[in-house]
């Protein structure tokens, strides 16, 4: 019952091309509700940060029954599933996959069986020791624990999940989830928000860096823990707090605990406020539409352009144009029509369709661009073929000239905790110029917003954000580079083939002939 947590690519990953969001988890205690359902709506409104896989688990007090699948939380959940997911408690994961290929045993939540029941765990974030756990699971199996030792799934969550199912104390009692998380949580490095519960309990931890964000609220009748407040709006919850990095939160019926397993060492991800997040989110007490507008206003300061009207790449670059448009005196207009019913460009999983993308999503308002000098407001570039296409459409499209500006800065970095970018050396802006960049896009000029500019749009102090992927600052020591990356732990059958993007071949089964499978299609004859 597993799947992977967040968002990864570097050099080692040379079939991932494209950047993609954090996953999104959701827990509720709250008995007398249908806890099902509000993590069922807890998760489509954190669809946006994973779109591979979905899955819920729920306890009714002695048991706990988890329910996944490949695809999106509207396709793998109806009325008679959710139905059938009874209980008091229940965790809710929407998964984009940074460690472990995109199959169905690396859906989560994760599940294993413990000395006194169960565990589920669903996980926001990626980790950077997962060769690590990954020894510390098999010594525990080596000792004789039968609930350590390995099942299909190659995340670094189950890792997490076995050694939280698997502690003993000194004599070999198996210890309770809650008397083993402190022993397991200061072991784990790199970014973590954990949703996770037994029979009885929901708890909630944080990475002592507070890389992804995670939130607690309050229902009339019980509390609910989120990656974003925007989930908790949806259920109807009213906010309370963050949960604290290096926090581990346990809810029950004797109500809330709270512990440290680590002391706080703020570095939230930045990239939240650029992209990741939803415009209606509040992280750190800093609403994100907010930063975004005043990002804009900072980008028409720092980067001015003499234009007639500014429009935005919708939708991630709505705030930041309105932004630009009231800071410059520029008539903001809508110069691009978006249909709503297809993915991000960048959320596809292969080159091809990232280049259909644009065609499928966008369509420009000749009659509204003809003729005007435009200034194109964007969040970021990666790869820069988003933007090339866009340009060259709106030259078509009859605009006089195209002005490009981006309100984060260029993105140089590989990123290690969560968020999947292309390899470094598909990082448009990693060895070329702003000017050479602007050439390649066919822009008559491209300027990016500064690192400063963005910090301080946030209102979160710099020291306190993570930039690793603008300025190379990582917020933690990172193991050597052939310990990290998304197929460390997958069977070599598993492993896409150098040029591959996460497709996987399906050996010959039974006569049938070797298939070509696309994402998530790896494990079609096989899985129950």
């Given at each position: 019952m597993p799947r992977g947590d967040g968002r990864l690519s570097h050099d080692l990953l040379p079939s991932e091309k494209g950047p993609q969001d954090a996953c999104g988890v959701f827990g509720v205690w709250a008995p007398g509700e249908e806890v099902a359902k509000l993590t069922y709506f807890g998760l489509y409104a954190l669809q946006h940060r994973g779109q591979e896989s979905a899955g819920i688990a729920v306890s009714n007090g002695s048991q706990i029954l988890v329910f996944k699948d490949m695809g999106l939380v509207s396709q793998v959940f109806d009325e008679t599933s959710l139905g059938s997911l009874r209980g008091h408690i229940a965790i809710g994961h929407a998964r984009y996959s940074t460690t472990g290929a995109s199959v169905w045993e690396n859906a989560q939540p994760t599940f294993r069986a413990t000395g006194h029941g169960s565990i589920a765990l669903g996980h926001n974030g990626n980790l950077v020791n997962t060769a690590e756990l990954a020894?510390?699971?098999?010594?525990?199996?080596?000792?004789?624990?039968?609930?350590?030792?390995?099942?299909?799934?190659?995340?670094?969550?189950?890792?997490?999940?076995?050694?939280?199912?698997?502690?003993?104390?000194?004599?070999?009692?198996?210890?309770?989830?809650?008397?083993?998380?402190?022993?397991?949580?200061?072991?784990?490095?790199?970014?973590?928000?954990?949703?996770?519960?037994?029979?009885?309990?929901?708890?909630?931890a944080r990475d002592a860096q507070g890389v992804r964000p995670l939130v607690l609220g309050r229902l009339e009748r019980g509390w609910v823990v989120a990656s974003e407040t925007s989930a908790l709006d949806i259920v109807g919850a009213s906010f309370i707090r963050e949960i604290e990095p290096g926090e581990l939160v346990a809810i029950d019926e004797d109500g809330l605990r709270s512990s440290r397993f680590a002391e706080a060492k703020p570095k939230g991800c930045v990239f939240e406020y650029v992209y990741l997040a939803r415009p209606d989110t509040d992280i750190a007490g800093r609403n994100v539409y907010l930063s975004r507008v005043e990002m804009g206003r900072k980008l028409a300061a720092e980067a001015p352009a003499d234009a007639d009207m500014v429009i935005a790449t919708p939708e991630s670059g709505t705030p930041a144009a309105i932004g630009y448009a009231e800071a410059s005196g520029?008539?903001?207009?809508?110069?691009?029509?978006?249909?709503?019913?297809?993915?991000?460009?960048?959320?596809?999983?292969?080159?091809?369709?990232?280049?259909?993308?644009?065609?499928l999503k966008l369509n420009p308002l000749k009659e509204v661009i003809s003729g005007k000098r435009l200034v194109v407001v964007d969040d970021s570039i990666v790869r820069g073929n988003t933007q090339r296409a866009l340009v060259r459409m709106l030259r078509e499209a009859g605009a006089a000239e195209v002005h490009v500006r981006i309100s984060s800065p260029p993105i140089k970095w590989p990123c290690f905790f969560g968020i999947d970018f292309a390899t470094r050396a598909e990082l448009i802006a990693n060895g070329l110029t702003v000017e050479e960049i602007g050439k390649s896009l066919g822009a008559d000029s491209l300027s990016f917003i500064s690192i400063d500019g963005m910090t301080e749009a946030t209102t979160i102090p710099k020291s306190q954000l993570c930039r690793a992927c603008f300025d190379g600052e990582y917020p933690m020591a990172l193991p050597d580079p052939e310990l990290l990356g998304k197929y460390l732990r997958e069977p070599e059958g598993r492993k896409p083939a150098s040029g591959q993007n996460d497709q996987a071949t399906i050996p010959d089964v039974d006569g049938v002939g070797t298939l070509t499978a696309g994402v998530g299609g790896a494990d079609a004859l096989r899985r129950p």
């Open positions: 020894d510390l699971v098999s010594a525990q199996s080596s000792q004789g624990n039968g609930r350590a030792t390995r099942v299909a799934a190659t995340n670094d969550t189950d890792l997490v999940t076995a050694l939280l199912a698997g502690q003993t104390d000194e004599n070999g009692t198996p210890l309770t989830v809650e008397q083993a998380a402190p022993l397991v949580l200061p072991r784990v490095k790199g970014a973590f928000s954990f949703v996770f519960m037994d029979e009885h309990t929901l708890y909630a520029i008539p903001y207009g809508s110069g691009l029509v978006k249909n709503s019913y297809v993915g991000r460009t960048f959320i596809q999983p292969s080159q091809t369709i990232r280049q259909l993308g644009i065609r």
